[in-house]
């Protein structure tokens, strides 16, 4: 007997061995064997059966062992992993490995440590109660009952619209029957808050995943799912692939958020696969945002989707007040020094702490200072590895890289001309957070960024902190804006709302418009009407007025028009080429070739084909990186060419990395 199998590595064929007939007899597709592969032993999953094989006899190894007879997965599951595989140009068996990690199988040879942590049991949810659905609320679930899984919705609802008790509501339709529910959600948003809303509704049904679980701890959640013991699966990205049974309804929370994207390997997107994985399964799926992808709200205008709204905040609450401040203005400013702070927004945080409510300040740049920069030669100090500058930490003094975590006493004198007039550029959030403190010496203030929040516990207990009331000013970055329910915040200030506009990045309007209106949703919560300020050089830009007027439809309209015209998603579809290795001549001539060989396609006409050029960030850990964009109006023309170009590639056995990133989310 014949069997055919895909191995976890990235190799684009199947293999055929041979299988004794007793063993033939103990697997299934969706098995695991070990079978001898090139100088090695690796694990293999079982695909098919078959009498004869295109390889002679005499070539055909055999399987040398089953290691698991039970599949790690059916014939949907297969049918998911072999469309992600094709609509991402990634070889099968790569992919599988990604859907179903080691962990989630391996038979673990040491004594596994004793599980003393349930990550769903002991959480306190701030929110237990349940309540009198809205109108609205009613209205949206009303319309789902409605149409079922015919298209995917996008549940476009306003922040503190109740999008989460919509969810749960929806999937409580499913829990007496024996159907099964994954909520997908950003990794930083899966706090205790988040999953104790879950676990406390559905008690004992809840399982979670996601990157912070031991090993024991995710293979036990893992087979929670697959047993069904567990029929609702809470969970970053990787959860998409949740071996539940029966799936009957996929939520993605927050579906705009880039983390949804894989960035190495399997470079998929959870938001767009758990589409597909609904369709494959009759299942309704659920894209719920207050600031949806520009992808996505297109669906919905297009009608690929269908569009459920919840256009007011629960309890009447109303949408916060935003205003802005010229910060251009000198006379605003609190003091020359400090030219990200004016007087406006200290008055307002003087007032707010007063009345012993909270203050959320928030800015986009880790660290003391952006870099450190020579005022006799203009040098500033970038990092070995990279090509980026390196950013300057003050307690204690480093200069670190963000991108390869190197890190470096900060000079005393520069390293080009040995001047000594070395000066900090740009702030950062640790710098506002000592400002903060020389300004309001008796506010107790938190910093919420990833320099200081290092893993889970310290983002749990700074949310405590600020939950408790033990704290007035909370400043961090976009960390601070991912769905976190702070009900004490009365103000939240925006230091320079200008920042991300001009990153070279086709979605900067986009982004800018969603990072706004999720910081700015932050404020007045519970009860208080919440106060927004927003500090800027450009207060008549359009994206940061649409954003502090709420008018989304405006922002989404507009940006859709500014794509068509640039040609980018989602007027377009994308695929990006990347290439990197550590000789900066090696990969240009590998591109230069890759990239003319890809013009003469026969498919390439129907493209259009930006590039090759250096990436924006021409080095990142001593690679050099180059790439190259394709365009097309057709989704499967542009695969059919990305194939073609990624058998090139492979031929050629360069050492030159290559990965094809098939809607791309990050382009630098
Ligand atoms: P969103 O995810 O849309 O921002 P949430 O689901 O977090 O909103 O809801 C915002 C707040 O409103 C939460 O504290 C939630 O418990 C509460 N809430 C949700 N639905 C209702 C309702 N029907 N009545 C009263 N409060 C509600
Ligand atoms: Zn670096």
Redesign the pocket.
């Known amino acids: 007997m014949i069997i055919q199998v895909a191995v976890p590595f990235r190799v684009p064929k199947l293999f055929d061995y041979k299988i004794a007939d007793a063993d033939a007899d103990r697997v299934v597709p969706g098995s695991l064997v070990q079978v001898p592969f090139g100088s090695r032993l690796t694990h293999a999953f079982v695909l098919g059966f078959s009498e004869t094989s295109t390889i002679s006899d005499t070539k055909l190894k055999s399987v040398e062992a089953v290691l698991n007879e039970s599949p790690v997965f059916d014939e949907k599951m297969l049918e998911f992993l072999r469309w992600v595989s094709a609509y991402y140009c990634h070889p099968l068996g790569e992919t599988i490995a990604t859907a179903v990690p080691k962990d989630s199988w391996r038979v673990r040879k040491r004594k596994t440590r004793a599980i003393t942590s349930d990550p769903t049991a002991g959480l306190r949810p701030a929110?237990s109660e349940r309540?009198?659905?809205?109108p609205e609320?009613k209205q949206v679930l009303d319309e789902m009952d409605r149409h079922g899984h015919e298209k995917p919705y996008l549940l476009f609802?306003v922040?503190?619209?109740?999008?989460?008790?919509v969810y749960m509501n929806a999937i409580e339709r499913f829990l007496n029957t024996d159907q099964s529910a994954i909520v997908l959600a950003p990794e930083i948003s899966l706090t205790p808050q988040l999953v104790g809303r879950f676990s406390d509704r559905f008690p004992g049904q809840t399982a979670v995943l996601h990157s912070h679980l031991s090993p024991a701890e995710r293979q036990r959640e893992w087979k929670r799912a697959a047993s069904g013991e567990a029929r609702i699966v809470v969970g970053a990205r990787s959860a998409v692939f949740a071996p539940v049974k029966n799936l009957a309804l996929i939520i993605v929370d927050e579906e705009q958020e880039a983390s949804f994207k894989q960035e190495d390997s399997l470079r998929y997107n959870a938001r767009d696969i758990a589409v597909v994985r609904a369709k494959i399964c009759g299942a309704r799926v659920v894209l719920g945002s207050?600031t949806p992808s520009l992808e996505s709200y297109t669906n919905a205008k297009n009608e690929k989707f269908h569009l459920l709204t919840?256009k007011k905040r629960?309890?009447d609450r109303p949408l916060p007040q935003c205003q802005f401040v010229d910060i251009k203005n000198n006379d605003q400013l609190v003091d020359s020094h400090t030219p990200w702070f004016s007087k406006p927004l200290f008055a307002k945080i003087q007032d707010t702490i007063q009345n012993g409510q909270q203050v959320l300040l928030y800015l986009n740049r880790l660290g003391y200072a952006h870099f450190l920069f020579c005022h006799d030669c203009g040098h500033t100090e970038q990092c070995r590895n990279c090509d980026i500058s390196l950013t300057y930490y003050r307690t204690p003094p480093r200069l670190k890289c963000h991108y390869c975590g190197a890190s470096q006493a900060p000079p005393q004198t520069c390293s080009q001309c040995s001047g000594t007039h070395i000066i900090p550029m740009g702030v950062g959030t640790e710098q506002v957070e000592q400002a903060l403190k020389h300004f309001f010496p008796k506010a107790r203030i938190a910093r919420m960024d990833r320099s200081v929040i290092k893993n889970r516990k310290d983002l749990e207990e700074v949310l405590q902190r600020v939950a408790d009331g033990r704290v007035d000013i909370v400043i961090g970055t976009q960390m601070i804006a991912k769905g976190h329910?702070f009900p004490g915040i009365a103000l939240v200030g925006i230091l320079l709302a200008d920042a991300s506009l001009n990153i070279p990045d086709f979605r900067a309007n986009e982004r800018t418009f969603q990072i706004l209106t999720q910081v700015a949703g932050r404020a007045g919560?519970a009860g208080h009407a919440g106060e927004v300020l927003i500090q800027t050089l450009n207060p008549d830009h359009w994206v940061l007025r649409a954003a502090a007027e709420h008018r989304s439809e405006d922002f989404y309209r507009e940006e859709s028009h500014l794509r068509q015209m640039v040609g980018f998603p989602p007027a377009t579809r994308l695929a990006l080429l990347r290439f990197q290795h550590s000789n900066p001549g090696t990969v240009r001539r590998f591109v230069e070739e890759t990239v003319a060989t890809l013009a003469k396609l026969p498919g390439a006409k129907k493209c259009d084909i930006v590039g090759p050029a250096e990436a924006p960030l021409a080095k990142v850990k001593k690679l050099y990186r180059w790439q190259c964009l394709v365009k097309c109006s057709s989704a499967k023309e542009l695969r059919a060419l990305l194939i073609q170009i990624q058998q090139f590639v492979d031929r050629k056995k360069s050492p030159v990395q290559f990965a094809v990133d098939v809607d791309p989310v990050t382009l630098w």
Request: glycine share 16%; net charge negative.
């Open positions: 929110h309540f009198e659905l809205t609320q609802g922040t503190g619209s109740g999008k989460t008790e207050a919840l629960v309890l329910d919560r």
